[in-house]
């Protein structure tokens, strides 16, 4: 087994903005798994807020010894980008080893499309009037906040999309004092969910809060050893592959957390459509679908996924899987 990692830059169609900061380019790590004349695929997105560099996610993947299985790989490496990279090409691999698609072996019902959230940039109240404007079209709208003024935003993208569903994800950047002076206004202006309102390290302070629209973990949750700690704090899980450490952990994570009463949630990093592939299997009937990194992008893999008026569609076997 040969495994080969390589840097990509894919330009952003536009300046996307956080409550952490601003990037024009999305810079992924793509692994290539090759065995027996056939190739695996898989993509992530190291980052920062995780103490994540290109650098370093590359390290942990060349370490890895010449011979595992995907199911060793579960325990050779952390939750974390360089897993979920090295998961994903090597589901992709057995999938082309099997001649069989990766929900098959997965035992998996074959995937339609689901409906994604779109991401508005965190800009002036204005500019992301115009952004909400603009997108209005699209069903669920999601929007970068995370400051102690987000009022005017709010504000500016409801009156610039009126009749799409709202999404918020405060990136950790709010109080918990900001957010209760929030939480009665995410209610008359129809949000329907908001993400990670405070710190993931200061999250105690959601336990008996009132939480008039449903909050769901973010930074938080990584995998499944994060659950315990979500409790009276959480409504929903975001599952992002680039965080359980690829499809695998994934796949169980989601299974826990339904049974443990969680709505889900599946994200994503700003990537490329081989990111995206193998999240919408995880993403298949949860409550928010969230995998428009593609769509932020100005250039994409060679066989990108289809987005239409249905959503994002499962992959091609040319992509992934």
């Not at 959230?117 to 929007?143: C, G, H, V, W």
């Not at 008039?212 to 990584?222: I, K, L, N, W, Y």
């Not at 680039?242 to 989601?254: C, F, I, N, P």
Request: charged content about 25%; aromatic content about 4%.
């Amino acid at each position: 087994m040969r495994i080969t990692v390589t840097r990509d830059v894919f330009k952003l169609a536009q300046v996307f903005t956080i409550s952490r900061g601003s990037r024009t380019e999305a810079k992924v790590l793509t692994v290539k798994v090759e065995q027996g004349g056939l190739t695996g695929w898989g993509e992530c997105v190291p980052y920062a807020r995780y103490d994540e560099t290109l650098e370093s996610v590359t390290a942990e993947i060349e370490g890895l010894p010449a011979e595992f299985t995907r199911a060793e790989l579960q325990s050779l490496l952390p939750a974390g980008a360089a897993r979920n990279a090295v998961d994903c090409a090597l589901w992709d691999l057995e999938a082309k080893q099997a001649g069989k698609r990766v929900w098959e072996l997965a035992g998996l019902a074959a995937p339609g499309p689901e409906i994604t959230a779109y991401t508005l940039s965190l800009d002036t109240p204005e500019k992301m009037q115009a952004q909400a404007a603009e997108n209005a079209f699209r069903p669920l709208l999601k929007i970068k906040l995370g400051t102690p003024d987000d009022m005017p935003r709010l504000e500016a993208v409801r009156a610039g999309a009126p009749e799409a569903s709202i999404i918020i994800d405060a990136n950790e950047g709010w109080s918990a004092e900001v957010y209760a002076e929030l939480a009665p206004h995410l209610v008359r202006l129809g949000v329907e969910l908001v993400e990670q309102p405070l710190p993931a390290g200061e999250d105690e302070a959601l336990i008996g809060m009132d939480r008039p629209v449903p909050v769901c973990a973010d930074e938080s949750c990584h995998d499944r050893a994060s659950l315990p700690k979500l409790k009276g704090k959480y409504d929903v899980v975001n599952i992002k592959l680039d965080k359980t450490g690829g499809l695998t952990e994934a796949l169980k994570l989601r299974d826990e957390a339904l049974a443990q009463g969680y709505q889900v949630m599946v994200g994503c990093m700003v990537g490329s459509s081989l990111a995206m592939a193998p999240a919408t299997l995880v993403a298949q009937g949860v409550t928010v679908t969230d995998l428009d990194g593609p769509l932020l992008l100005a250039e994409d893999r060679a066989e990108p996924l289809i987005f239409d008026v249905s959503g994002v569609h499962p992959p091609v076997a040319d992509l992934w899987g």
